[in-house]
């Protein structure tokens, strides 16, 4: 029954109370039953934390001068000599290899299970927390820090060695290798492409049982591929975790030669690196451009251009289109400035070397860069979502578990928010970016040296690759500090 009254339309109950409390309350009660589609990243844009202009400003004027004062006054045969010394720490022998990997391996099958049976709730399953938080996120900056740990723990190795030595398959080393190599690093390429697309593009790449079929049909064909093909072929140029985190290995101040575990400066090994091929290279320029469009897609300025109303966002299912056409024309503009400065910079050189020696071998000089970008774009996500993977492991198939005495803790957004937590994140995300640049150069003026063993030549052709790092490092500093929507 309703009523009205002369002021106004306003529905009652039979006793004559307002409805629309009681409508209210009925539809909170209900909400959580309706069915939504699982988000990306749940928890990245529910703290917005804006790097202030005057940081990048800063940051790019304190980038443009530090790398023409590497240019002019560091000489590339000194900075080469101090990069290369190393310290001998101590032997460490592949025996446990097999075991920490079998271990791995077990321990991605229950995710997997988790994935399928466990919670719906991509903030209550541990599948998607440890896939886009815990490895994409955190194991990255491992990586970047204490060197190649992806060969001792990805779920393939163990699994690889039982059944080779079960069927007698082990491979002498100087058989031809099985996977063609006019292929080069493209299946790492075309299955890299295909993960960014799916997390950065797919409606909902976090809905647990989703997740748990794509990494699920992605273990099992790569598993098959090694079996095919030999683990060592394509775990080097096929399955892009390992190509990807093998290159980010090489900037860590760790190096293992001859089982014995050396100290070096960070990013040393990157000087002492071969060209890459141009699949190689244009996978590490992928991995760089996915990550910054990451930052981009969200950002009002890209979603003005797709014609939509930031403060009105569709949703990811509504963008699919413009996003993978933004995907692909990233890493395509990227690629092209890329050459260009290396183009540039050997005709300013007179560069006798070719095109793409040069090309592959400075293209190194992109990972202090893209490390620098994947610590400092993922820094809030790892400090929050690593806390609900904390409480999703203590009960992960959501049966009321209480594993490892961390089911009922409370998740400290604080660690983000607030003036004081602010502060330090947006020193550190500014101060990481700024360090990636710097290293970057540094990089870039020894392998510069490398292709021309006069200082003044080196430099020359270093100077066009410079500017596009200055440029990339601004870029990086303002989608930490433009507004962002999603």
Same mark, same amino acid.
């Given at each position: 029954?309703?009523?009205?009254?002369?002021?106004?339309?306003?529905?009652?109950?039979?006793?004559?109370?307002?409805?629309?409390?009681?409508?209210?309350?009925?539809?909170?009660?209900?909400?959580?039953?309706?069915?939504?589609?699982?988000?990306?990243?749940? @928890?990245?844009?529910?703290?917005?934390?804006?790097?202030?202009?005057?940081?990048?400003?800063?940051?790019?004027?304190?980038?443009?001068?530090?790398?023409?004062?590497?240019?002019?006054?560091?000489?590339?045969?000194?900075?080469?000599?101090?990069?290369?010394?190393?310290?001998?720490?101590?032997?460490?022998?592949? @025996?446990?290899?097999?075991v920490v990997s079998l271990i791995s391996f077990a321990g991605f099958a229950l995710l997997i299970a988790a994935g399928l049976f466990g919670s719906r709730d991509p903030l209550s399953n541990p599948l998607p927390l440890v896939i886009w938080t815990l490895l994409w996120a955190g194991f990255t900056l491992l990586q970047g820090v204490f060197g190649d740990l992806w060969s001792w723990v990805n779920p393939w190795y163990g699994p690889w060695r039982v059944i080779s030595r079960l069927v007698g398959g082990r491979r002498s080393g100087n058989e031809r290798s099985r996977l063609p190599e006019w292929l080069g690093f493209w299946p790492a390429f075309v299955l890299f492409f295909a993960f960014a697309w799916f997390e950065l593009i797919d409606p909902a790449p976090d809905d647990p049982a989703r997740l748990a079929y794509a990494a699920g049909i992605y273990w099992l064909v790569s598993f098959i591929a090694?079996?095919?093909?030999?683990?060592?072929?394509?775990?080097?140029?096929?399955?892009?975790?390992?190509?990807?985190?093998?290159?980010?290995?090489?900037?860590?101040?760790?190096?293992?030669?001859?089982?014995?575990?050396?100290?070096?400066?960070?990013?040393?090994?990157?000087?002492?690196?071969?060209?890459?091929?141009? @699949?190689?290279?244009? &996978?590490?320029?992928?991995?760089?451009?996915?990550?910054?469009?990451?930052?981009?897609?969200?950002?009002?300025?890209?979603?003005?251009?797709?014609?939509?109303?930031?403060?009105?966002?569709?949703?990811?299912?509504?963008?699919?289109?413009?996003?993978?056409?933004?995907?692909?024309?990233?890493?395509?503009?990227?690629?092209?400035?890329?050459?260009?400065?290396?183009? *540039?910079?050997?005709?300013?050189?007179?560069?006798?070397?070719?095109?793409?020696?040069?090309?592959? *071998?400075?293209?190194?000089?992109?990972?202090?860069?893209?490390?620098?970008?994947?610590?400092?774009?993922?820094?809030?996500?790892?400090?929050?979502?690593?806390?609900?993977?904390?409480?999703?492991?203590?009960?992960? &198939?959501?049966?009321?578990?209480?594993?490892?005495?961390?089911?009922?803790?409370?998740?400290?957004?604080?660690?983000?928010?607030?003036?004081?937590?602010?502060?330090?994140?947006?020193?550190?995300?500014?101060?990481?970016?700024?360090?990636?640049?710097? *290293?970057?150069?540094?990089?870039?003026?020894?392998?510069?040296?490398?292709?021309?063993?006069?200082?003044?030549?080196?430099?020359? @052709?270093?100077?066009?690759?410079?500017?596009?790092?200055?440029?990339?490092?601004?870029?990086?500093?303002?989608?930490?500090?433009?507004?962002?929507?999603?």
């Amino acid at each position: 029954m309703s009523g009205r009254t002369e002021g106004g339309a306003k529905d009652l109950d039979a006793g004559g109370n307002p409805l629309g409390p009681h409508i209210i309350a009925a539809a909170l009660a209900l909400t959580p039953l309706l069915p939504t589609p699982a988000l990306a990243h749940a @928890s990245d844009r529910g703290h917005v934390l804006l790097l202030p202009t005057g940081y990048y400003i800063a940051g790019g004027a304190f980038a443009v001068a530090i790398s023409f004062l590497v240019l002019a006054l560091l000489p590339p045969a000194a900075l080469d000599n101090f990069l290369r010394r190393r310290v001998s720490l101590f032997t460490l022998g592949d @025996s446990p290899r097999a075991v920490v990997s079998l271990i791995s391996f077990a321990g991605f099958a229950l995710l997997i299970a988790a994935g399928l049976f466990g919670s719906r709730d991509p903030l209550s399953n541990p599948l998607p927390l440890v896939i886009w938080t815990l490895l994409w996120a955190g194991f990255t900056l491992l990586q970047g820090v204490f060197g190649d740990l992806w060969s001792w723990v990805n779920p393939w190795y163990g699994p690889w060695r039982v059944i080779s030595r079960l069927v007698g398959g082990r491979r002498s080393g100087n058989e031809r290798s099985r996977l063609p190599e006019w292929l080069g690093f493209w299946p790492a390429f075309v299955l890299f492409f295909a993960f960014a697309w799916f997390e950065l593009i797919d409606p909902a790449p976090d809905d647990p049982a989703r997740l748990a079929y794509a990494a699920g049909i992605y273990w099992l064909v790569s598993f098959i591929a090694m079996l095919l093909f030999g683990y060592d072929d394509w775990s080097r140029r096929g399955e892009f975790l390992t190509v990807f985190f093998s290159m980010v290995a090489r900037f860590a101040p760790f190096e293992r030669r001859d089982g014995r575990l050396s100290f070096c400066w960070p990013g040393a090994r990157l000087l002492a690196a071969e060209p890459l091929p141009v @699949s190689s290279t244009a &996978f590490l320029l992928l991995a760089l451009s996915s990550v910054s469009f990451d930052g981009l897609s969200k950002t009002f300025f890209w979603l003005g251009l797709s014609g939509v109303n930031p403060l009105e966002y569709p949703g990811r299912t509504a963008l699919i289109g413009i996003g993978s056409i933004g995907l692909v024309l990233t890493f395509f503009l990227l690629a092209a400035v890329f050459a260009l400065a290396v183009f *540039l910079g050997q005709r300013l050189a007179g560069d006798r070397h070719s095109f793409g020696e040069a090309a592959g *071998l400075l293209v190194w000089s992109i990972v202090p860069i893209a490390l620098a970008y994947h610590i400092a774009h993922y820094l809030t996500v790892l400090l929050v979502d690593g806390q609900y993977a904390l409480v999703a492991f203590s009960d992960p &198939f959501a049966r009321g578990w209480n594993l490892f005495g961390t089911a009922n803790m409370m998740v400290e957004a604080g660690v983000v928010a607030g003036a004081e937590s602010a502060w330090w994140l947006w020193n550190i995300q500014a101060g990481v970016i700024i360090s990636g640049h710097l *290293l970057a150069v540094l990089v870039a003026h020894g392998l510069a040296w490398r292709l021309h063993k006069q200082a003044s030549r080196a430099a020359l @052709s270093q100077l066009p690759l410079t500017l596009l790092m200055i440029a990339y490092t601004i870029f990086g500093l303002w989608l930490l500090a433009t507004p962002t929507a999603g």
